[in-house]
């Protein structure tokens, strides 16, 4: 299995906007919450984040009361 490079799109799927329509929450008030930026936040949530730290995971999670596979979903291969 050869490493993904910046040309090979990911299968990573982020589900951030379901969880704050969800709760009622915008952007702006999860980056309250998390002390993320809403830069970083928007990043994640429109699919093109090539990372995440753990510790940002983590202050997503806490704040909107999920897990991280809540959050984010390999899909299958094509």
């Keep these: 299995m050869r490493p993904t490079d910046e040309t090979t799109p990911h299968r990573v799927v982020s589900h951030l906007s379901d969880l704050l329509d969800t709760r ?8 309250e919450l998390t002390g993320v930026t809403v830069a970083n936040l928007s990043v994640l949530k429109n699919g093109r984040a090539r990372a995440i730290r753990f510790s940002t995971l983590t202050a997503i999670c806490d704040a909107l009361r999920c897990q991280p596979g809540e959050v984010l979903e390999v899909t299958a291969p094509s």
């Design 24 to 31: 009622g929450m915008t952007l702006v008030q999860l980056a």
